[in-house]
């Protein structure tokens, strides 16, 4: 028997947080093979991690030296006495010689707002309306015997139209060219070929005759036919996906985001590693209603050397922003925490039915920072595998 990729993320689990024995009996249940050929195979997969991940094996726990006693000068002190003196004796004349018998109702609203940490409820959200039909000349195009996903996109990056788009403010706008709808029928002829390596049973996606409704609220019947993957056991947040045929829904429920202003994204990843210079494609879901969608990529600018050095998309690995036209979705506080919706046209995305894919996803939270309040890193409520493992998944 071999792994499914839900079991190799189960496992995967369990080395993270140390639980080595645990690993081994879940390879075991998982293949029916010995005690010594898992724990082999778990000894192997663990020096892999601490490769790839190595992150979730160091050692965050802060050493906290004795902080040196400050030495306070003369000068400061006489300093500190007379503003001292001057905040005392604002204190008495606004409480005891000023008029002020009636408080001002503005501060009063403030500090209501500022105890509130996360506002009440408004209504449910508005739902992102997904069209009825979707016209496929808009995400495809005629290719050439000799056009491929490479030699295509070295054609984009010296478009005249496409160095303007990548200079301009409108850069992460929809992308409606030609050379990016064929960019796109190439990338889907190469999704159409992909197999699963050898050894990997996809998780299957379930199918359902019933749309989400996309408002960034989870109801309690309505994901109740999705595939639901528990992606952090401690925070209890979990994915959810399903498809109807023709768009693939996602959701995502995070009960320990609170903070109504907290850097919260669900961030999705399709076609990872499919060719040498096609990272991945990806969505991201934030705070704000819409979808981000954005291919990263190993191509770098091959034209003239810049003028300016400062301009980044010259001098590294290109990404392009606004390639799904037809991608919706938001996510709300309505629940009292975070919830995601979204979906996504399967054509447009080159997932095809029958043919599995690579998937994984990280849903991101407040980044970690220092006593200066500086960044650390990122900080997540859950992550489904990641660029070197991904979940192989089918419809």
Same mark, same amino acid.
């Given at each position: 028997?071999?792994?499914?990729?839900?079991?190799?993320?189960?496992?995967?689990?369990?080395?993270?947080?140390?639980?080595?024995?645990?690993?081994?009996?879940?390879?075991?249940?998982?293949?029916?093979?010995?005690?010594?050929?898992?724990?082999?195979?778990?000894?192997?997969?663990?020096?892999?991690?601490?490769?790839?991940?190595?992150?979730?094996?160091?050692?965050?726990? !802060?050493?906290?030296?004795? /902080? *040196?006693?400050? %030495?306070? +000068?003369?000068?400061?002190?006489?300093?500190?006495?007379? @503003? #001292?003196?001057?905040?005392?004796?604002?204190?008495?004349?606004?409480?005891?010689?000023?008029?002020?018998?009636?408080?001002?109702?503005?501060?009063?609203?403030?500090?209501?707002?500022?105890?509130?940490?996360?506002?009440?409820?408004?209504?449910?959200?508005?739902?992102?309306?997904?069209?009825?039909?979707?016209?496929?000349?808009?995400?495809?195009?005629?290719?050439?015997?000799?056009?491929?996903?490479?030699?295509?996109?070295?054609?984009?990056?010296?478009?005249?139209?496409?160095?303007?788009?990548?200079?301009?403010?409108?850069?992460?706008?929809?992308?409606?060219?030609?050379?990016?709808?064929?960019?796109?029928?190439?990338?889907?002829?190469?999704?159409?070929?992909?197999?699963? !390596?050898?050894?990997?049973? /996809? *998780?299957?996606? %379930?199918? +359902?005759?019933?749309?989400?409704?996309?408002?960034?609220? @989870? #109801?309690?019947?309505?994901?109740?036919?999705?595939?639901?993957?528990?992606?952090?056991?401690?925070?209890?947040?979990?994915?959810?996906?399903?498809?109807?045929?023709?768009?693939?829904?996602?959701?995502?429920?995070?009960?320990?985001?609170?903070?109504?202003?907290?850097?919260?994204?669900?961030?999705?990843?399709?076609?990872?590693?499919?060719?040498?210079?096609?990272?991945?494609?990806?969505?991201?879901?934030?705070?704000?209603?819409?979808?981000?969608?954005?291919?990263?990529?190993?191509?770098?600018?091959?034209?003239?050397?810049?003028?300016?050095?400062?301009?980044?998309?010259?001098?590294?690995?290109?990404?392009?922003?606004?390639?799904?036209?037809?991608?919706?979705?938001?996510?709300?506080?309505?629940?009292?925490?975070?919830?995601?919706?979204?979906?996504?046209?399967?054509?447009?995305?080159?997932?095809?039915?029958?043919?599995?894919?690579?998937?994984?996803?990280?849903?991101?939270?407040?980044?970690?920072?220092?006593?200066?309040?500086?960044?650390?890193?990122?900080?997540?409520?859950?992550?489904?595998?990641?660029?070197?493992?991904?979940?192989?998944?089918?419809?």
């Amino acid at each position: 028997m071999e792994l499914t990729s839900l079991q190799a993320y189960d496992i995967e689990k369990a080395l993270i947080k140390g639980r080595t024995i645990d690993a081994v009996k879940l390879y075991r249940e998982g293949t029916g093979c010995d005690l010594r050929t898992a724990k082999t195979e778990i000894d192997k997969r663990l020096a892999s991690l601490k490769t790839q991940k190595p992150h979730y094996f160091n050692d965050l726990s !802060p050493t906290h030296a004795e /902080p *040196a006693k400050p %030495k306070i +000068s003369k000068a400061f002190l006489v300093k500190f006495l007379l @503003i #001292d003196a001057l905040i005392f004796g604002g204190l008495i004349y606004y409480f005891f010689l000023s008029d002020n018998s009636s408080p001002a109702p503005r501060d009063a609203n403030q500090s209501a707002q500022y105890e509130q940490k996360v506002p009440a409820s408004k209504g449910r959200p508005k739902s992102a309306s997904l069209p009825s039909h979707v016209d496929t000349s808009t995400y495809t195009a005629t290719l050439s015997p000799e056009d491929s996903f490479d030699s295509l996109y070295n054609t984009k990056l010296s478009n005249t139209a496409y160095i303007r788009r990548k200079s301009s403010p409108n850069s992460s706008s929809y992308d409606s060219s030609n050379i990016e709808r064929k960019i796109k029928t190439a990338r889907s002829q190469l999704a159409m070929q992909r197999t699963a !390596p050898i050894g990997t049973s /996809p *998780a299957t996606i %379930k199918q +359902s005759d019933r749309q989400a409704t996309l408002d960034g609220v @989870i #109801d309690s019947d309505e994901w109740t036919d999705a595939t639901r993957i528990i992606v952090n056991e401690e925070s209890n947040t979990t994915l959810y996906l399903k498809t109807d045929g023709q768009w693939l829904f996602i959701a995502c429920d995070t009960p320990q985001e609170k903070s109504p202003q907290g850097y919260d994204q669900l961030r999705v990843y399709f076609h990872a590693g499919l060719s040498t210079n096609l990272v991945n494609e990806r969505i991201h879901i934030g705070r704000a209603s819409g979808v981000t969608s954005i291919r990263q990529t190993n191509f770098r600018w091959t034209g003239s050397p810049p003028e300016n050095n400062d301009e980044r998309w010259k001098k590294y690995a290109i990404s392009d922003w606004g390639i799904y036209r037809h991608a919706y979705g938001g996510s709300s506080m309505s629940s009292g925490h975070r919830q995601y919706e979204a979906a996504i046209h399967l054509g447009e995305a080159g997932l095809h039915p029958g043919v599995p894919f690579t998937l994984y996803a990280e849903v991101e939270t407040d980044p970690l920072k220092n006593d200066q309040g500086k960044f650390v890193e990122r900080q997540y409520l859950g992550e489904l595998g990641g660029q070197q493992n991904p979940v192989w998944m089918v419809f």
